[in-house]
């Protein structure tokens, strides 16, 4: 939202001080190579001159955005998450009572998700039982784990050499090894 606002006033700016602000957008976005690939059906209409800006209509914009970043930075923890500690309680607590490990898989498609999940967790009674799984697993608790893990299957074939396969692996045993996380 932040940056969606920066670049409404940019525009307001641009427009303030007469610039082409459709031409400083388009280089400030990279979007140049985009258009050069479609130059041929998009000629014509780069061609036409820039659409005015209703300047009332793009303040209110702003003000809104800008009511919603407020807004946004006032919420320090979502009901959603709460709700993902009760069921992780309940679910541990059947567990426990069918004599299960206490293990749960959570899926996020993103990293700051991920990153927001990991640490809520941690602050609301999972301290030392929470591990993240994503792409590059780089995360200092990720690394430890795989210090941890090299060391112990130093010298088998359990080692590829390929840090990526292993850092992933590491974090594969460590979910089935644990009695409990």
């Known amino acids: 939202m932040e940056a969606i606002r920066n670049r409404l006033k940019h525009i307001e700016d641009d427009q303030s001080n007469n610039d082409d602000w459709l031409e ?5 976005e990279d979007l140049e190579d985009d258009i050069l690939e479609e130059e041929t059906a998009a000629e014509e209409e780069l061609a036409a001159p820039a659409p005015e800006i209703d300047k009332t209509k793009l303040r209110g914009e702003i003000a809104e955005l800008e009511q919603y970043i407020h807004l946004a930075r006032s919420i320090k923890e979502d009901e959603k998450s709460h709700a993902l500690v009760k069921a992780l309680d309940i679910g541990f607590a059947r567990m426990a009572e069918m004599a299960a490990p206490r293990k749960a898989v959570i899926f996020t498609e993103s990293r700051r998700t991920q990153d927001y999940l990991a640490h809520f967790l941690e602050s609301h009674g999972y301290a030392g039982k929470v591990v993240t799984f994503s792409g590059s697993n780089q995360s200092p608790g990720v690394t430890g784990l795989y210090q941890r893990w090299l060391s112990e299957h130093k010298g088998s074939d359990r080692v590829t050499g390929s840090p990526v ?4 692996t590491a974090l594969i045993d460590c979910f089935h090894d644990r009695g409990e996380s």
């Not at 400083?24 to 400030?28: K, S």
């Not at 396969?165 to 992933?168: E, F, H, L, N, T």
């Open 165 to 168: 396969i292993d850092r992933r």
């Open 24 to 28: 400083r957008l388009i280089i400030e």
